[in-house]
């Protein structure tokens, strides 16, 4: 092998021994500053997740966007702000959420088209569970004015109430 050959082949190592050393403290340097541009803390009033086709899943927010039911925008009953879970056609499905002018913080759970459990705490204490379907069909237990309730209704009239409310 001929001696301008030797030298050619000893440069190319080098060079490629020199771009291999560049490029790894490179991407040591990229990668500590990538690192260390993460923030701590994300500030934001609204996050919403979506999954693989773009529909809406999750919201994060404060206060929430008033939901869809049934493909149709529909008005809350009033502002709250936490986390909503929507199913696969965008439509609201529960949310564990606070109620931003009682205090109230509540989980709900919803069919297709309505609401159908209801955890709810007081901001001064007590709450319930209650249990809904679309026959106006309730079971409620509770605690209210520092006092154990439950509530049957079937079909919208009051089948069992203890402490009793109103004349029966």
């Known amino acids: 092998m001929d001696t301008d050959r030797l030298r050619r082949l000893e440069r190319q190592v080098r060079i490629l021994t020199l771009g291999w050393v560049v490029t790894i403290v490179l991407g040591l340097t990229i990668g500590a500053k ?5 923030p ?7 996050l919403t997740i979506v999954d693989a086709d773009g529909t809406e899943r999750v919201w994060i927010g404060a206060p929430l966007r008033d939901p ?19 199913d696969g056609q965008g439509n609201e499905r529960g949310g564990f959420v606070t109620s931003d002018k009682s205090g109230e913080v509540f989980l709900g759970l919803d069919s297709e088209t309505a609401q159908e459990v209801l955890f709810l705490v007081n ?6 569970l209650s249990f809904f379907d ?3 069909n309730l079971a409620q237990i509770g605690v209210l004015n520092k006092r154990p309730t439950l509530v049957l209704r079937e079909r919208g009239e009051t089948i069992f109430e203890q402490p009793r409310t109103q004349d029966q």
């Open 34 to 38: 990538w690192q260390a541009d993460q």
């Open 40 to 46: 701590e803390s994300l500030r934001v009033r609204q």
């Open 68 to 86: 869809f039911v049934q493909g149709r925008r529909t008005e809350r009953a009033g502002p709250v702000s936490g986390i909503v879970v929507l």
């Open 123 to 128: 901001p001064t204490g007590g709450g319930h």
């Open 134 to 136: 679309s026959d106006k």
